[in-house]
């Protein structure tokens, strides 16, 4: 006979449990499949709207840098007439009409855009709104450029067209550029590779609000310095452009006592602006870039080793151990096995990091390079009235480029000067990125080799000689510092990985840091209370389980230590292993492992991948994985600390659940054993009270029949 009472609380946990598994698979599922989408589609899903959100405020500022003055000037005849010092010829009502049309439409486009990163306008209707609007405003300008170009002749006078012209053409082929860019997010949305929303970070967001920042700060201070010092509004823009990005040529200058003493804080804080933004650029785009794209080196080299592992007959070492005949013939264990794996991977991380870097270093100074080489055309062709050459267009761009800015070349010409502000809002941070790039590769290799040279010279170390060499040449080898620290790893027990005597503690620690280890610590404290208190009961089975939690709690503490180390923690085979009998999993047993697959990115071989419900998962519901596979944690894009942390919470979390369920049936146990011993008393008692009046009944009886007698 079942018990009624126990029913409801068995299905509550069999559908708590299936709903755990569940929501674990699809972490796990999102973890595996970081890495294997194509590149492209993280350029359509983060790094398309950045760069949208980045020039689509530039644009609108060029907007209307080419709506505040005419477009036509008369160049006057005599010595010293020139394009720069014409006479304004009035725009048409239409123009300016339709040039107003495309601004308004430009700037909608942008707030939309703005709201749908702060996540205020959904998706669906932000979009359509933003790319629509950029593409009318880019065709309403280049058919105004038309226009101007080929209709509007002066019969008889020598025309010129102004830098407001120039700067429609720029804003009207950026406009174009970012609606093509969001064209290509939408499509990569509405195909199902990433979700209809901007899945951007704080700081991603606020990149286009410090872009819109910087340019209105630099056309508020065109607009003062245009009524201050009596420059024409475009002039004073090419004046402020220069001076916020320290390149200095020196053609315009403040004359007056008023625009002086206003440089002094204006050019800080056009700095400032201008530094967050460069650094939103390079940590925003290029960080996460690289991470992605990492990711997919990764990848790409695992295949490529498993690959060659496979036509050399090395496949073996890559099959779980199951027996002893596979371990006689490969001479060694399930466990040496797995650290093999572990190495192989490890060297798939150096050199895929190596190529990285020198990559990011590759594309970057091409970027330099061409903007240098490109610039130097566009500057040749502008400036032709000056008669420069190629090679002082060279030298101008040059030291424009390094911010150098001697000023003995001058850009004249109307077209000169709005190519000149574009082009150095792309070249400067250009180069900023550049060195960045070198710090990592050839300043660093530098460095190093001066320190190497310092120590066999002018600088020797503590070390004796021979030991420096043998330093040196294993640093070549990036093996021999490895094989020392696994050593050294080999020769300490696995457990509780607490800090080295003099290791660094927790870089960057803040307040919720801080706050989170007070309370595991309090936890912590908790746990040994109640392993003692099982201890004294004799509970060996709680007593072991607190045990367990107390030390899931600790290494959970020590591991939020290494989450803000710069470099990132990697930990060595040792601590994985002791990281993984933690959460359940032993190195040693092959029933959790299986072989590394080799391609998992087509179709046929990425779902039963991901779901191994019928393939080589076991029984028990574990799935299995491989150092080399695409389940491995050092695939992917998170952090080592950031894994086990993640894991070590999940596993502490089904444990106190396990506990908590084990406490409430133990609970309904006593109350149901004392509700039987209870009803049992009241039975007795009743029984008792049942008989005490059968025999006062028969008592009082007998008295009656002796009276009667």
């Known amino acids: ?56 405020p530039m644009a609108s500022a060029f907007s209307v840098c080419a709506l505040v003055e005419n477009w036509r000037v008369i160049v006057p005849h005599g010595p010293g007439g020139n394009e720069a010092h014409g006479f304004d010829v009035k725009d048409p009502g239409w123009l300016i009409a339709i040039n107003t049309i495309s601004l308004v439409l430009a700037l909608v486009a942008n707030v939309a855009l703005l709201l749908n990163m702060t996540r205020r306008l959904a998706f669906s209707i932000a979009q359509p709104i933003t790319i ?35 700067y429609a053409i720029i804003a009207a082929g950026l406009y174009f550029i970012v609606a093509a860019l969001m064209c290509a997010n939408v499509y990569g949305a509405y195909r199902g590779h990433y979700p209809q929303e901007f899945k951007l970070t704080m700081a991603q967001r606020t990149l286009m609000l410090q872009t819109i920042s910087f340019m209105v700060y630099m056309l508020a201070g065109a607009a003062v310095y245009y009524r201050v010092e009596g420059w024409r509004f475009l002039d004073a823009v090419y004046f402020t452009n220069y001076t916020l990005l320290t390149v200095g040529i020196g053609d315009y200058a403040p004359t007056t006592h008023t625009g002086r003493a206003l440089l002094f804080p204006y050019a800080i804080g056009g700095i400032v602006i201008l530094g967050l933004v460069v650094g939103s650029i390079r940590t925003l785009i290029l960080e996460r870039g690289k991470k992605k794209l990492g990711s997919r080196r990764i990848e790409k080299k695992r295949e490529q080793l498993l690959k060659k592992m496979h036509k050399k007959g090395q496949h073996k070492k890559l099959t779980p151990i199951d027996s002893d005949e596979k371990r006689d013939e490969l001479g060694m264990t399930e466990r040496e096995r797995r650290k093999f794996e572990f190495e192989m991977m490890r060297q798939i ?56 800015g001697f000023g003995d070349y001058k850009n004249f010409s109307n077209s000169g000067k709005p190519a000149f502000v574009f082009w150095s809002l792309l070249a400067v941070p250009t180069l900023t990125i550049v060195i960045s790039n070198m710090g990592d590769t050839v300043v660093k290799g ?26 040196l040449v294993s640093s070549v ?21 607490g800090e080295k005597e003099g290791a660094p503690g927790p870089q960057g620690t803040d307040r919720q840091t801080k706050a989170a280890d007070r309370i595991a610590g309090e936890y912590e404290e908790e746990e040994l209370e109640d392993a003692a208190e099982a201890g004294r009961r004799g509970d060996v089975v709680a007593k072991d389980a607190h045990e367990y939690h107390y030390q899931l709690i600790r290494e959970f503490r020590n591991v939020m230590k290494h989450l803000n180390e710069t470099p990132p923690r990697r930990y060595t085979y040792e601590e994985w292993a002791w990281f993984l009998k933690l959460m359940g999993e032993d190195e040693d047993n092959q029933s959790s492992h299986r072989k590394a697959p080799i391609d998992v990115r087509s179709e046929k071989n990425r779902e039963p991948d991901i779901q191994q ?20 944690p050092l695939m992917g894009e998170e952090a080592e600390p950031q894994w086990v942390i993640e894991r070590l919470s999940i596993t502490l979390e089904k444990e106190l659940k ?30 008792s009270s049942k008989t005490l009046e059968q025999q006062e009944k028969g008592s009082g009886g007998g008295k009656t029949s002796l009276s009667n007698s």
Request: glycine share 6%; no cysteine; net charge negative.
């Open 613 to 632: 419900g019928t393939t080589d998962d076991n029984e028990a519901g574990k799935r299995q994985w491989s150092w080399l596979g695409n389940r491995s």
């Open 658 to 687: 396990k506990t908590h369920e084990a406490e409430m049936r133990q609970r309904r146990e006593r109350e149901g054993t004392q509700r039987d011993l209870a009803k049992k008393k009241t039975r007795s008692s009743s029984g």
């Open 349 to 404: 991380q150096d050199r895929a990091s190596s190529r990285q870097k020198w990559d990011a270093l590759f594309i970057s100074a091409s970027a330099w390079l061409v903007l240098w080489l490109v610039g130097a055309v566009v500057f040749w062709k502008a400036e032709h009235a000056q008669q420069w050459s190629y090679f002082g267009a060279l030298y101008f761009a040059y030291t424009s480029l390094l911010t150098i």
């Open 132 to 166: 629509v609007g950029w593409f009318i405003s880019s065709i309403l300008l280049i058919a105004l450029v038309v226009t101007a170009t080929y209709s509007m002749e002066l019969p008889g006078q020598d025309r010129a067209l102004t830098q407001a012209f120039y």
């Open 1 to 56: 006979m079942n018990d009624p009472g126990l029913d409801e609380p068995i299905q509550t946990h069999s559908k708590s449990v299936e709903q755990d598994r569940k929501d674990e698979e699809e972490f796990q599922r999102e973890d595996e499949q970081a890495f294997l989408d194509p590149s492209r589609w993280w350029f359509a899903s983060t790094a398309f709207p950045l760069l949208a959100g980045t020039f689509g």
């Open 446 to 471: 530098i460095r190093d080799l001066t320190d190497y040279v310092g120590e066999f010279t002018i600088l020797p170390g503590q070390s004796p000689t021979r030991q420096r060499a043998k330093k």
């Open 477 to 497: 080898t990036s093996k021999f510092e490895r094989d020392n620290s696994q050593e050294e790893m080999m020769n300490q027990p696995p457990g509780l990985i």
